[in-house]
């Protein structure tokens, strides 16, 4: 039983690069999210997802895109990476009012 | 503007002795309370949760205690082991209806020495 799968697990990027995080769980849960976590700001969510086809904004959405076109996947969008990106991103699901299932990171420097 | 608020960034407690950890929130309608746990280059992982309706869960060594007048919620570890050194997460959600989006203060490093 995978759970919750990220990858890659270490990347960087130049300043203006693009690229996509990958997010995907094999637990069937509805509610899958993407948080990004920073020394002394705990863990702040990004965006999230309700269901296939429903995206809403978190606390700190700006620079990223997101879809859900299958339960199972999530996948975060960088646009145009910035130094304040830098960050250790995580994916998380559940269902709703059920704990959340963290996968185990992304840490992203942006140069 | 931090709802969720963990005030001791470090803690360092000896092997045996309990911990207390300690988390404040300042939105009133936060109506579930969790605790994670995370190890370096991991994910954090479900410790311990409680519902507004009640004022304490016990689970093994741990046991969150809810005190909803004071806004504040704590966390005890007896005894303490040193497996139990990590990061502990504070998480509040409120019932959106159609979403259980969680706010986590900003951790306390807990260091268990021998």
């Known amino acids: 039983n995978a759970g919750v799968t990220q990858t890659p697990k270490f990347q960087v990027l130049k300043t203006g690069q693009s690229m996509t995080l990958q997010c995907a769980q094999d637990m069937n849960h509805e509610y899958m999210s993407w948080y990004r976590q920073d020394p002394g700001m705990g863990l702040r969510l990004i965006h999230y997802?309700?269901?296939?086809?429903?995206?809403d904004q978190g606390e700190v959405p700006n620079g990223y895109n997101v879809s859900r076109s299958t339960t199972e996947d999530f996948p975060l969008r960088l646009l145009s990476a910035a130094p304040s990106q830098t960050s250790v991103y995580f994916c998380?699901?559940?269902?709703?009012?059920?704990?959340?299932?963290f996968g185990s990171g992304t840490q992203l420097s942006v140069l | 503007d931090q709802q969720v608020k963990q005030n001791s960034p470090s803690l360092s407690v000896q092997e045996g002795r309990i911990s207390i950890l300690n988390c404040d929130y300042t939105n009133s309608m936060f109506d579930y309370f969790l605790w994670y746990k995370k190890y370096p280059a991991e994910g954090p992982t479900f410790l311990i949760s409680i519902s507004s309706i009640k004022d304490k869960n016990e689970d093994g060594r741990f046991t969150v205690f809810l005190n909803k007048s004071a806004k504040h919620l704590s966390l005890h570890i007896v005894p303490s082991q040193p497996g139990d050194s990590a990061v502990y997460f504070c998480a509040a959600s409120a019932y959106s209806g159609t979403a259980s989006k969680l706010t986590f203060g900003t951790g306390t490093r807990l260091q268990v020495t021998l």
């Open positions: 997802s309700v269901g296939a086809g429903i995206t």
């Open positions: 998380a699901s559940s269902n709703p009012r059920e704990k959340l299932f």
